[in-house]
């Protein structure tokens, strides 16, 4: 009888559980559905907010690094040494709407360092080394033709700063059409675009006149900023002359300005890659030319804390 009555009260119990379990889910949903709603209307205001006239300014990056240090660690080939990473990536922008123009400038700075001192081998490099090094700015100016197409002219500035400042450094000026089909995308096609290129290594490098085509998105969704910007340059000279760059950010915001930011980005540079094999790699190769290189894909990743301005 007292087995029967322990039995009865814990199915109640677990009954009485389970019920209670469906009721806050049942109270949740709607929850759920106000705080969507909600989310919906401050989207929109901010789109509104977004579409103003006026100036908007603002800046997002990324800041990745470890340390480490080994004492008599024989399990590894190097037992007594220490290393680091350090790198940062910021993206910012100041973008000027009115109701017949708009003027937008942007600036990506990509920096990392990296060092590994065997402290078994006093000729070593004992200093942290440039490892990635990426620097570009932009301004696109245009007259507004409709709500979504403008005439324009840019300007656009890619060179390293660590080492090597301006050396190549690249300089686009070109003039032709802006067609922005929502707020935060802006496409560029400048059919008449001359490529300035700055280089000691004249042999190598060279200007020419050329079509200049950028697309940039840069969005802000609640905790998450996002900006990707394609920059590509065709020569009419010659496809050796062209190059294009793909640049992408993610901030995800954990904790106020704090979050985990990603980073990486993509290039295609024939002049480069050949200035490389001829004068930079460990066995240069002075007889190289643009027929004979393999044109390989450039890329950059950083990983690590972000910080939104």
């Known amino acids: 009888m007292k087995r029967l009555l322990f039995a009865t009260a814990l199915l109640t119990a677990l009954l009485s559980q389970a019920q209670t379990a469906e009721e806050i889910k049942a109270e949740m949903a709607p929850k759920k559905d106000s705080i969507a709603a909600i989310q919906g209307r401050v989207d929109g205001l901010q789109a509104q907010l977004d579409a103003l006239p006026g100036w908007k300014v603002g800046a997002f990056g990324t800041i990745g690094g470890s340390l480490s240090n080994f004492n008599n660690w024989f399990a590894q080939g190097l037992p007594n040494n220490s290393s680091g990473t350090i790198g940062f990536t910021v993206n910012a922008f100041a973008n000027q ?42 301004s696109l100016y245009g007259r507004k033709l409709s709500d979504k197409f403008a005439v324009s002219g840019l300007g656009e500035y890619r060179t390293t700063i660590l080492s090597n400042f301006n050396d190549p ?9 802006t067609w922005t089909p929502i707020t935060d995308l802006v496409v560029v096609i400048h059919p008449l675009n001359y490529n300035f290129v700055f280089s000691n290594e004249d042999t190598i490098f ?40 793909w640049t992408n950010s993610f901030a995800y915001t954990l904790w106020k300005v704090i979050g985990v930011g990603f980073d990486f980005g993509l290039r295609n540079n024939k002049q480069e890659t050949l200035n490389y094999i001829v004068n ?5 190769n002075p007889n190289a030319t643009f027929d004979t290189i393999d044109n390989e894909l450039q890329t950059y990743w950083t990983f690590g804390l972000s910080y939104s301005f």
């Open 97 to 138: 709407q009115e109701e017949k123009f708009f003027w937008r400038n942007a600036a990506n700075i990509n920096l990392g360092w990296v060092k590994l001192d065997d402290k078994d081998d006093s000729t070593d490099d004992d200093g942290f080394r440039e490892a990635t090094d990426v620097f570009n700015i932009s």
């Open 169 to 177: 450094g690249y300089l686009d000026l070109g003039v032709g059409g």
């Open 206 to 245: 060279n200007s020419s006149l050329g079509a200049k085509i950028v697309a940039d998105y840069t969005k802000k969704l609640g905790a998450v900023s996002f900006k990707t910007n394609l920059s590509m340059f065709q020569s009419y000279e010659s496809g050796d002359l062209s190059n294009w760059t």
């Open 280 to 284: 930079n790699a460990p066995t240069p």
